[in-house]
């Protein structure tokens, strides 16, 4: 089940709300989710346009009901209000959207390189938190093989676009020319390096800030010399002097505050790309145009429309890597039944061995003889059977075969855990 809160339906507030502060609260939130039994795995996808919830469960309705409960309780939403921002994606339908996100298929700039990525940290910070496992890492490897399947396929990522790159187009569009502009840039992560490397594009200079200056430094030294560090605590001053700002910072609370702001002549241009946002939006300054996310989704509209065709293309390489991943899960499946069919028969052998040795049948002395002849015969027996119903599980109809099976044998595996089973 994947649950998930994105640009499509949840309003940049709604997300600001609902996002992950720091990966603390994103194990706190794993950890109370993975204690109820009937959830396996989980992991956070934690962006600026998207929360992405991914769990292996037992129960989906029940699932879900408790990742909206917890949400609600730990970032004080209500639950109602909560589930109308929600899209709940069960089963093959998970599978397909989670693959079209990790392909950059369901992003706000479609084919925008960053999300591959992020979903692999999700992942990694799960992992070594012990609450994601083997079952979602297949997931995600088929999904990453996916999207580099769409990348080969197609030219959606050949003129790689994000958010940043709207941004700074959009300063071009608005400006005619960035040469020998200073683009203001805060924040040292993926967001701000992609930000600073379309403006060196444009022609503009950068002037580069972050809390830790260290991390600014390493990445003015990368991108060259028209990126100079500034000092954090001088942002006042920056923001006050030059016309292009653009945000992408971790912070919990807006950077840029209307006690900070100069009247000044000069219009300026401010770009937001951080949620929650940098910028507080009760800034009203009438010489100062402000773009949020959302903002700049709108602007990436015409993008996706040039990319349509390709993404036909694409959403029949996702159905093919959804109908593997399918069919490897459904083999899982059968493994905790073939398991217990041969623990069944064992028992069984133990049971009618010690009868007949009971009755004087058989001496007692060649009772565990008896045992493994006949364990020997029915491993012997099933060989075949188990054999063929391992490569019936891989096909369309596996599913009601192994149903039927169950019901047959009166196998009861709803509480097995089938990944102890199964290798690899």
Not at 131 to 138: I, M, V
Not at 170 to 185: F, H, I, Y
Not at 225 to 231: L, R, S, Y
Not at 328 to 348: C, H, N, Y
Request: net charge negative.
């Amino acid at each position: 089940m994947v649950v998930s809160f994105n640009y499509k339906k949840c309003s940049l507030e709604q997300r600001e709300a609902i996002s992950f502060k720091d990966e603390n609260e994103i194990k706190s939130f794993l950890n109370t989710l993975t204690d109820f039994e009937f959830i396996q795995e989980a992991f956070i996808v934690n962006t600026c346009n998207r929360v992405e919830v991914v769990v292996a469960t037992k129960d989906n309705f029940a699932t879900y009901h408790a990742i909206l409960g917890i949400l609600s309780k730990t970032k004080e939403l209500n639950f109602y209000t909560l589930e109308k921002s929600a899209l709940r994606y069960e089963d093959d339908e998970a599978v397909e959207h989670f693959f079209n996100v990790v392909s950059s298929l369901d992003s706000m700039v479609v084919g925008e390189a960053q999300i591959t990525g992020q979903v692999k940290d999700g992942f990694r910070l799960s992992l070594n938190n012990k609450t994601a496992g083997k079952e979602l890492n297949r997931l995600l490897s088929y999904a990453i093989k996916c999207a580099a399947e769409v990348r080969n396929s197609t030219n959606i990522s050949e003129h790689p676009i994000s958010i940043a790159s709207v941004a700074v187009a959009q300063a071009e569009d608005e400006l005619n020319t960035l040469s020998g502009m200073v683009g203001v840039v805060i924040g040292s992560g993926e967001m701000g390096k992609l930000a600073s490397k379309h403006l060196l594009r444009a022609g503009a200079d950068v002037l580069l800030i972050s809390r830790n200056i260290d991390n600014a430094q390493k990445l003015a030294d990368e991108l060259g010399e028209n990126v100079k560090v500034g000092q954090y605590e001088k942002i006042p001053i920056y923001i006050n002097k030059y016309r292009l700002l653009f945000t992408a910072t971790a912070s919990k609370e807006p950077i840029i505050t209307q006690d900070i702001i100069e009247e000044k002549k000069m219009d300026r241009l401010w770009f937001d790309m951080a949620i929650p946002r940098d910028i507080d939006k009760s800034i009203s300054q009438h010489n100062i145009k402000t773009y949020y996310i959302d903002d700049l989704q709108e602007i990436s509209k015409n993008n996706h429309a040039l990319r349509k065709e390709q993404a036909i293309i694409a959403a029949d390489i996702v159905k093919k890597y959804k109908d593997e991943f399918l069919k490897w899960l459904q083999a899982l499946s059968v493994e905790p039944v073939i398991k217990q069919m041969r623990l069944d028969i064992i028992t069984i052998v133990k049971e009618e061995s010690k009868r007949v040795t009971q009755k004087g049948f058989i001496p007692k002395e060649y009772q565990d003889n008896l045992e493994y002849m006949a364990i020997q015969l029915f491993d012997k027996f099933l060989h075949h059977p188990t054999k063929r119903l391992r490569e019936i599980s891989k096909e369309s109809e596996g599913g009601e075969v192994i149903d039927a099976i169950k019901k047959v044998f009166a196998i009861d595996t709803d509480n097995v855990d089938p990944k102890k089973y199964k290798k690899g």
